[in-house]
């Protein structure tokens, strides 16, 4: 792999480094978790995003997208980052459900939902997991009833990511009788449809970040089932590996949040551990990023991505919890100011935030137990 920019991607870079710092807000958005006013500030964002073309820039161009290369985008996700860009509240929709739908959707699914996910005009949820079935997705038990053209969904769905205000959802139903991986399929729905309830669930700091779905008797056209018939589990794995392997936690994120850690070690370091910890966090970081741009130059050259998604998602997910971690330290007693409380330094309260977030990265995407079993079984040929 040739690890130098060629002069086209480089002026691709300059082109998006510009546009930010034209655009970026000059003060950061309010949470777009905690009230309904953050939320829509984000959504405007998404749109501010769009009309620059830069909401998902590897679409096609008739989606909402401008039809470049996963390099491009990682370069877009640098640069995005470096400049302090908003969080994007539509990541479920862009990052998971985007790229499946332009793998497995029909002309007339990509016409519909595409654009108006890359316009911010439809927010989606993530509407996998339920009380008995999380890391395990082949449990799930909501049930999908073929009537004619429609499909009757009835069940519970739990720890739904931006189901609270979000506009529609993408779930995994199965037949009825059937049972594991058989007779699942991924469905499409929206959130204010009749039969659906929407129950917010708060995370430790009180933010909520999740809610649980009461689906009863609530009818969808079959025209919103994403793939064929009963072949849920194949869509979902797709979703899976961009989920774990490629697009949900882009190098960016970590490099960034790896160069900031540095500086708060310039300033407050003295114990030699908590400087090897540093270091290690910054070499973590550009690791994943080198093993990211790997995997996009397979997917570029006709590759597929594999069970390896694992081993990438739980590397990321160990490496921000002990980036956090490590930053806490060198806070000492600093590390426990919390955002809005009176004195409390922003940067100091923004490591407690991610500290506090990164608790949750080994458990949401599959959890990291889960993925060990699918390296051991899947990559290793271990028995089960």
Known sequence: MDLRYTPEEQAFRGEVRQWMAEH?????????????AGFEAHREWERTLHKGGWGMVTWPAQ??????DLIRWLIFEEEYYRAGAPGRVNQNGIFLLGP?????????????FLPAMAAGDDIWAQAWSEPGAGSDLAGVRATATRDGDDYILSGHKIWSSRAVHA???????????SERHKGLSLILFPLDAPGVTVKPIQRLDGKPVFAELFLDDVRIPVA??????????????????FER????RSPAR?????????ELWKERGADPLLGAAVMQAWMDADAYALSIYATASRLMAG???????????????EMDLNLHKTALSLLGAEAEFTAGLPGAPAPVADWLDGYVFSLAGPIYAGANEIQRNIIAERMLGMPR
């Open 100 to 112: 499946t739908l332009i793998e497995y959707g029909t002309p007339e699914q990509k016409a519909r």
């Open 24 to 36: 970026v807000p000059a003060a950061p958005l309010p949470d777009f978790d905690s009230t309904r």
């Open 245 to 248: 392997g490629l697009m949900l």
């Open 63 to 68: 989606y909402g997208g401008r039809g470049l």
């Open 303 to 317: 590759g597929a991505i594999g069970p390896e998604t694992s081993t990438n998602k739980i590397f990321w997910s």
């Open 167 to 177: 506009d529609r959802a993408f779930g995994l139903f199965r037949e009825p009788g």
């Open 254 to 262: 970590f490099q960034v949040a790896a160069a900031k850690l540095v």
């Open 224 to 241: 919103n089932r994403l793939g064929e018939e009963g072949q849920g589990w194949a869509v979902c794995m797709s979703t899976a590996g």
